[in-house]
């Protein structure tokens, strides 16, 4: 072997991380919830988010890669809606106060947003996001709508 291999730990694809016990990254958050916790979070965030979940209570979820997001168009002055617009399909989003999740996904940060239902959720309180309704519209999908 090199010199440069044999600096490396002695093997050039680092065999010794293969023995260690597998690491965790402690910034990965689970996106699910425990048993009875009933508060809405109309999103949540992750210093730099791939993927965002789109959850959807009573129709499929999607979990589209930031990369394929091509445009994002906000009711500002309201903030009662957005759409996301993606090479394969379009995200509309009604609800209140929607401003917060909107910066959210603009940063890239946005790794779940939810709409809610009474099943499923308390009721957040007021001034706080709240998603009424999500519907997609994808090639995949052609028309689903909650």
């Not at 490396?8 to 680092?14: D, I």
């Not at 949540?44 to 965002?52: G, L, N």
Request: glycine residues 6%; proline residues 5%.
């Amino acid at each position: 072997m090199s010199k440069d291999a044999d600096s490396l730990g002695g093997r050039l694809w680092g065999a010794r991380d293969r023995e260690r016990e597998p690491q965790t990254d402690d910034k990965v958050v689970p996106l699910k919830r425990s048993t009875g916790d009933r508060a809405y979070l109309a999103f949540e965030t992750s210093d730099r988010a791939k993927r965002m979940n789109i959850s959807r209570a009573a129709a499929p979820s999607r979990f589209p890669s930031y990369s394929y997001l091509l445009d994002i168009s906000f009711d500002h002055h309201l903030q009662s809606a957005f759409t996301l617009i993606y090479t394969f399909m379009i995200v509309e989003v009604t609800g209140r106060n929607l401003e917060t999740v909107v910066h959210a996904i603009g940063l890239g940060k946005c790794n779940c947003f939810r709409e809610y239902h009474p099943k499923l959720y308390d009721r957040p309180a007021e001034g706080e996001p709240f998603i009424e309704k999500i519907t997609i519209t994808a090639a995949d999908e052609k028309l689903t709508e909650r």
